[in-house]
């Protein structure tokens, strides 16, 4: 292990170590029935740079936006990707960005917390209670009402996806509104959503018709994940095998991770991009996109394309696709023919 890695591991320990209490009492706020409330600013606080998590914030910033269309958002996140999932969210003001390494950069990260003092806020959410950084911005920013991520066991035992990690978030703030008086919000949840435009969904049909016969449908696939989220060749060539059999009158097009590999050793067509909105816009001009939990699966659900996710950790109610018949499916249950059924049934609902 690097010294920077130590320093790194130590860091988390210390600041997890110091936030672990912030926010036990933010629910304690005191609200004046008499006085109008106005939401004009909002600050969200995912201080993370995975691909996934950001697109998993969607929700919860379409949410705040069809609550208070005229509010201003800003985004406390982490990398560079936020810019580009969020171009075109017209109500997202500020993108304030941790760098990824801290402590390689340390006039940015300083310059982060500057910014969010000097802003003042109506509501701040934090959506992760588990993030250090996230606690410390609730906790630092000028807000009148803030949300630390704490859970809520009435909202857990009223809504069954409440785990939700898209969800969750959603719950807290309309519940939340309704102490303010706003009236119960029983809309539907919105969806991942990357808000792609007409000429990118034209451009990803485009590409899609370069690779595959346009007189068949398409499947998509995703066959790589990280670390045990990963299946092995062998389980993604069993399963693919499967795929071709049952579904021989559909296109299979693979898309590649930035790591060009292919856990079936590139036997479909497949394409490369490191662009996530070309991406999102080649599946969605695809029937169905099967893939393990990983970002490219959360891409795929917010381009709007009905999302098979293929679970292997007991996480499957946290980060599960939904919308437009998409599903997770547990793998440690049941066999490759199960699942292939399973598949079927929600190409059946298209």
Avoid at 161 to 176: G, L, V
Avoid at 229 to 252: D, M, P
Wanted: proline share 5%.
């Amino acid at each position: 292990m690097s010294l920077l890695t130590k320093i790194n591991v130590l860091r988390r320990a210390i600041t997890r170590g110091l936030t672990k209490n912030i926010g036990n009492s933010a629910s304690n706020f005191a609200i004046d029935p008499s006085q109008k409330i106005t939401i004009k600013k909002v600050l969200i606080s995912r201080p993370n740079h995975r691909l996934g998590n950001l697109l998993l914030i969607t929700p919860l910033v379409q949410d705040v936006t069809n609550t208070f269309p005229n509010c201003k958002i800003d985004l406390f996140v982490k990398g560079g990707l936020a810019p580009i999932v969020f171009q075109n969210y017209d109500n997202i003001n500020n993108i304030i960005e941790l760098p990824k390494k801290p402590f390689k950069d340390l006039v940015a990260y300083f310059k982060v917390w500057v910014k969010i003092k000097s802003e003042k806020y109506d509501i701040v959410i934090n959506v992760d209670k588990n993030s250090s950084s996230g606690r410390l911005s609730a906790q630092f920013a000028n807000a009148k009402y803030k949300f630390f991520g704490e859970e809520d066991e009435i909202l857990r035992m009223k809504y069954p996806d409440y785990d939700h990690i898209a969800k969750f978030p959603i719950y807290e703030f309309r519940s939340f509104l309704t102490k303010l008086g706003f009236p119960e919000n029983h809309a539907a949840l919105p969806p991942l959503d990357i808000k792609l435009t007409s000429a990118e969904l034209l451009q990803g049909k485009s590409a899609v018709d370069a690779l595959v016969p346009n007189d068949k449908e398409t499947i998509c696939i995703f066959t790589y994940a990280t670390a045990d989220k990963c299946y092995s060749t062998t389980w993604w060539e069993e399963f693919y095998a499967g795929l071709k059999v049952e579904f021989s009158n559909y296109n299979i097009l693979e898309i590649l991770p930035v790591e060009n590999v292919s856990q079936i050793n590139f036997k479909a067509t497949s394409f490369y991009s490191k662009d996530v909105r070309e991406i999102a816009a080649v599946v969605a001009n695809t029937k169905l996109f099967i893939g393990a939990d990983s970002g490219i699966m959360h891409l795929a659900s917010a381009g709007l394309t009905p999302t098979v996710g293929l679970f292997s950790r007991p996480n499957i109610d946290i980060y599960k696709p939904y919308h437009n018949n998409s599903i997770g499916i547990n793998t440690n249950i049941g066999t490759t023919k199960d699942w292939i059924e399973t598949i079927n049934n929600v190409l059946l609902k298209q």
